[in-house]
């Protein structure tokens, strides 16, 4: 198909698409509106879980089976990218890096902010069910936030500090531990992923139950997607290469 | 103002799209692709957004709960969307370094021709 | 507060239109990390703090780091 029939179809698919969309658009309540169902019943069931941050009592407790499903998602397109990232026939691994010069200020600032960042990553994962965080958003910090060491070092100072296979375990290890959870609760005769533990007080840390374990266990299953992701990556685009000399 | 945000959502949607048909690169329809999708999350939080109305987070210290707040529910749906089409472009990307090494090349109307 | 609702959307327009006309796609990693930071923006005015928290972690870094080895690795080879 040539490139002008490809953009005339386009042309024809979006015209009837935006169509239907603005009639569908125009049939929703105004923006700003009162009425919202779900809300109506969510913050009484997630109050009444003794949970502060309602989001996360969604995400974890209330509609903990979605997130399980986004869970297994997540595990399967990490997966699959660090199978297809293989080195091709043609490749061979381990090119010896050529160094750039990183400037002593990228390094101080660097060296400084990586225990600030895995600290504060750690903080929004376990403080998930009272303030704004969770597994999710502290598994990418955390993740991310331990490539501040490329970033102010060297890559052969983060090869040495993030061995791949921990993190492939530790993958497997966060679905595995919420999968636990959940059967823990059908074993107790509470349904799958039922909250079973204690519930605490409203606003303290050791409150709504299975909340805190069920982020723990998506925080690490994220971080370490992460970090076997732009290992890969990194991996592809540094050391794998031709056979080639440059 | 009562259907902006919808709008400018279904706008989001289109031209993320276009950007995807008339693409030169495939790694550019990748990032086309994002911008279709950061359509899906303004339309579900626009449904949310009450006026007036704060975050449903009733934080430490704890404030009295309410039921004047955004609806959560919609904010917990776009939530996971955010992190799990993070993990899916990674996906694609890697199909498409995978498509640069066995064809050479990464331009969608120049692939089509590598057949046979 | 409307007002400050209308210009998050009508900045998160611009953005979008700017990325999809970007052709490099290194450069393209770049604006789509500050359309990722115009999105939080705009998820924060609509009180969404941790939908925000993720666009942000996910949107700013991970996702053009990714892209820029991708380019980089494909780049190589040609």
Do not use: W
């Not at chain 1, 903990?64 to 990218?81: H, K, N, P, Q, R």
């Not at chain 1, 890559?155 to 791949?164: F, G």
């Not at chain 1, 909250?195 to 606003?203: I, S």
């Amino acid at each position: 198909m040539t490139r002008g029939l490809r953009l005339l179809l386009f042309a024809g698919g979006a015209a009837a698409t935006v169509v239907l969309l603005v009639f569908g658009v125009l049939g929703l309540p105004h923006f700003g509106s009162s009425f919202h169902p779900y809300r109506d019943h969510a913050v009484p069931a997630a109050v009444s879980h003794k949970t502060a941050n309602v989001v996360s009592s969604i995400n974890f407790d209330l509609r903990g089976l979605d997130t399980f499903g986004e869970e297994t998602i997540l595990l399967a397109s990490v997966v699959g990218a660090a199978v297809l990232l293989r080195p091709a026939e043609d490749e061979d691994e381990k090119r010896p890096l050529s160094g750039g010069r990183i400037l002593d200020s990228t390094r101080l600032v660097g060296y400084l902010l990586l225990p600030v960042t895995l600290l504060i990553g750690l903080d929004t994962v376990l403080h998930g069910a009272l303030t704004p965080g969770g597994g999710f958003q502290g598994g990418v910090v955390l993740g991310t936030g331990i490539h501040l060491l490329y970033v102010a070092g060297s890559y052969q100072a983060l090869e040495r500090a993030r061995p791949e296979d921990l993190f492939e375990y530790g993958e497997a290890l966060g679905t595995g531990a919420f999968a636990c959870v959940g059967i823990a609760g059908l074993l107790a005769g509470a349904g799958f992923l039922g909250n079973l533990l204690p519930q605490g007080a409203f606003g303290s840390l050791l409150s709504s139950g299975s909340v805190l374990l069920l982020s723990a266990a998506v925080g690490v299953e994220v971080a370490s997607g992460v970090v076997v992701l732009l290992a890969r990556f990194l991996d592809q685009a540094l050391r794998v290469g031709k056979d080639t000399p440059r | 103002m009562n259907v902006y945000p919808y709008l400018v959502a279904v706008f989001l949607l289109v031209i993320g799209a276009f950007g995807i048909a008339r693409s030169h690169n495939l790694i550019h329809a990748v990032g086309c692709l994002s911008v279709a999708q950061a359509g899906t999350y303004v339309l579900l939080l626009a449904v949310g957004y009450q006026h007036g109305a704060g975050a449903p987070v009733f934080g430490s210290p704890a404030s009295t709960p309410t039921r004047n707040v955004s609806d959560p529910f919609v904010q917990a749906m776009a939530l996971t969307d955010v992190v799990v089409s993070a993990t899916v472009t990674a996906l694609l990307l890697a199909l498409s370094v995978q498509i640069g090494k066995r064809h050479g090349t990464v331009d969608p109307d120049e692939l089509s021709a590598l057949q046979g | 507060m409307n007002l400050l609702i209308i210009a998050a959307l009508t900045l998160v327009a611009i953005a979008a239109v700017v990325v999809v006309f970007t052709d490099d796609p290194a450069r393209q990693a770049v604006t789509l990390s500050v359309f990722g930071l115009l999105l939080a923006i705009l998820f924060m005015v609509l009180q969404a703090p941790d939908v925000a928290l993720s666009q942000i972690a996910v949107g700013t870094a991970v996702v053009p780091l990714m892209i820029m080895l991708a380019v980089r690795k494909v780049r190589g080879r040609q």
